[in-house]
């Protein structure tokens, strides 16, 4: 299977080293960098990473197309008409299904064609239209444009060239912003930026805003870990090391150019501190290597076992399973790459696929073309799985314990997930990733799991069909089967907040006894934290939240409510949960908070503020 770098239309030898060395080398020189490599979470990002100054949605990522069917089967540049063909065959195929974006992806070493500041004007020096026109195209067929581009990486053309100045800086050339030898790529046609250069900054943000004000609004910004460390899990050291402190400085860079109506895209990080950087700064992170040629083995089969450099984990199942605790509305969006539906043997496993990512709410992103798809259109497509989608789910796995899934991966069971859609119902879905059997059989408890004390009315959304009521939902499961399955209570909803958006040091557990489904929220007890539910009504109004809570310190506590607009940010009630203390932290107590709420989606939010105190554990909670 090939490398990243194989991949590359430009790619050649290796920069700095060969391939001699392998990923546990890195180790040594991360600990050097002042991070941690272990999957504990120990460890401190050099650059503080402050709150975010702009509203992320978070919740599932886009639907969208990308050109990365096409570049990995070709191992080149798409050509304009190609492109041309299968922005017209998304646009009528897939954008009424939502699917209302499209992103170039790599192959882009060659594009030497820039602006007086440095900027490429295009996907490739060979095409006749430029990005704008390209924004206008899809514009008028109500569609966006995304682009694949690193704005640390600067252009041999512009590089060689003294009169190309860093935009807003006619003092620097960008030439003085890169070292001589820092090569991206082994033909050199790409360099890397240096952070610590004075016009660094102006660079890169300009670049983002370049993009930007051109019309694309998402930019998907590939090779962060190699700017990073100098070094690749395949291929050793690629490429000169930049160290931690001017990665995250670059980040802040990047955000500050993305702003608020730009979806930030961050590729081949190495996600130290269980991403502690890239899930502040970023708006969807890579969590796995790349789909390559796809098929089952990308999907669950690849390696099982964690590492400290990018790709910790190998497939989807694990990536996705390991990072669920950072994902969720106004959190970052965990990527898998794109699907490639026709790559699978069996529609089992392309339900599979959809489910998965469905229920770890990420993005959709079609890398099957207009002459490759054939009959597999309708895996993308599903009415009723797209509908869970919009109504912002992001699931988690059934969680048995605390620990990290980086050594424990008993912690958390990939094969059966569930999730909270903001009407109370819950979205469950279990799946046999098991290789050598030809069926398994998988359940959920809908009382020792989802909270609920009365049987619920549950519905296969692939098959369309109402299935009954159940007070355990169990099926048996073909080989790389799955099944995607809606349940709605009869009781008044509880909103779980295991399964709800955590922020900071915010964290599943289960430790004390007395919780009402599989665990509680945690780790509420420092600046930044905080857990996030989201809450549907009919009509606007007051309300008055339940908080289903315990504090066993000895004396009160108290966190800041917020409830807020869940499109928009925008605060439509504030008020304080203040909670006594019991004798232990068994005892669960339901304590009352005021709030007013707007038709249809809220995002209520329990927050560590600066005047709150003590610790606070959160169960559930509910509407009075």
């Known amino acids: 299977m090939p490398s990243r770098r194989d991949v590359l239309k430009g790619g050649g030898a290796l920069v700095a080293g060969g391939v001699g060395g392998s990923w546990r080398s890195a180790a040594a020189g991360a600990a050097a960098l002042g991070r941690a490599t272990n999957g504990d979470g120990a460890g401190a990002v050099l650059v503080s990473a402050p709150a975010h100054e702009y509203h992320r949605r978070g919740g599932p990522g886009p639907l969208y197309w990308s050109t990365y069917g096409y570049n990995i089967a070709k191992n080149a540049q798409i050509p304009e008409a190609v492109w041309k063909a299968n922005i017209d065959w998304v646009a009528q195929e897939l954008a009424p299904h939502g699917y209302t974006m499209v992103c ?13 500041h440095g900027y490429i004007k295009s996907l490739s020096n060979d095409w006749e239209h430029d990005w704008a026109w390209w924004a206008d195209y899809l514009d008028k067929r109500g569609m966006q444009l995304g682009v694949y581009y690193n704005p640390l990486w600067a252009t041999k053309s512009a590089v060689s060239d003294r009169s190309i100045k860093v935009v807003g800086r006619p003092d620097v050339a960008v030439a003085d912003i890169v070292n001589p030898g820092d090569k991206f790529d082994g033909g050199g046609t790409l360099l890397w930026v240096d952070a610590s250069r004075d016009g660094a900054e102006e660079y890169v943000r300009g670049y983002v805003e370049y993009f930007r004000n051109l019309g694309a609004v998402f930019l998907r910004v590939d090779f962060l870990g190699w700017y990073e460390i100098g070094f690749d899990q395949s291929e050793g050291t690629v490429c000169v090391a930049h160290g931690r ?20 895209s961050l590729v081949l990080p190495n996600l130290f501190d269980h991403a502690a950087a ?3 700064y970023g708006d969807m992170m890579r969590i796995d290597e790349d789909l390559t040629f796809g098929q089952w083995y990308h999907l669950s089969q690849g390696r099982q076992t964690w590492q400290p450099i990018w790709s910790q984990w190998s497939n989807p199942f694990q990536g996705f399973t390991a ?3 950072v994902s969720g509305r106004g959190q970052v969006v965990l990527d898998g790459d794109p699907l490639l539906m026709s790559s699978f043997t069996t529609d089992a496993e392309r339900q599979t696929a959809m489910n998965l ?18 009959a597999t259109t309708p895996f993308y497509t599903n009415s009723e799985v797209l509908d869970i989608r919009r109504a912002g789910l992001v699931g988690k796995p059934v969680s048995a314990n605390p620990h990290s899934y980086d050594y424990d991966q008993s912690s958390r069971d990939s094969e059966r997930w569930i999730g909270q859609l903001p009407d109370g119902s819950w979205v469950v879905g279990l799946f046999n990733r098991t290789d050598n059997a030809p069926s398994a059989t998988r359940s959920i408890d809908f009382g020792a799991t989802l909270g609920l004390t009365q049987p619920a009315s549950v519905r296969e959304l692939w098959a369309h069909k109402d299935l009954g009521t159940f007070s355990t939902w169990s099926v048996t499961l073909g080989l790389h089967a799955s099944t995607l399955a809606t349940v709605t209570p009869k009781e008044q909803p509880r909103y779980q907040a295991e399964v709800g958006a955590f922020g900071g040091t915010a964290r599943f557990d289960n430790t004390f006894g007395g919780h009402s489904a599989m665990g509680y929220v945690t780790g509420l007890d420092t600046a930044g934290a ?32 917020s409830v ?3 499109e928009t940010g925008s605060t439509r009630s504030t008020g304080t949960l203040s909670v006594p203390s019991s004798a232990s932290w068994d005892d669960w107590r339901e304590v009352a908070v005021h709030a007013d709420l707007g038709s249809g989606t809220n995002l209520v939010v329990l927050s560590r503020g600066p005047s709150d105190h003590g610790a606070i554990n959160v169960d559930n909670l509910s509407l009075g």
């Open 564 to 566: 807020r607009d869940a």
């Open 278 to 280: 890239e899930r502040v």
């Open 245 to 264: 402190e001017n990665y995250v400085q670059a980040l802040q860079w990047m955000r500050a150019g993305a702003g608020s109506d730009m979806t930030l």
């Open 104 to 116: 170039t992806d790599g192959w882009i070493d060659g594009d030497q064609d820039i602006t007086s």
């Open 530 to 561: 905080s857990v996030a539910i989201a809450v549907a009504v009919d009509h606007p109004g007051p309300a008055q939240l339940r908080w289903r809570v315990a504090n066993a310190t000895g004396k009160a506590a108290s966190l800041s409510l």
């Open 357 to 374: 990512f469905t229920m770890a709410g990420a993005p959709i992103a079609v890398a099957d073309q207009v002459d490759t798809v054939g």
């Open 323 to 325: 990072f669920s605790d």
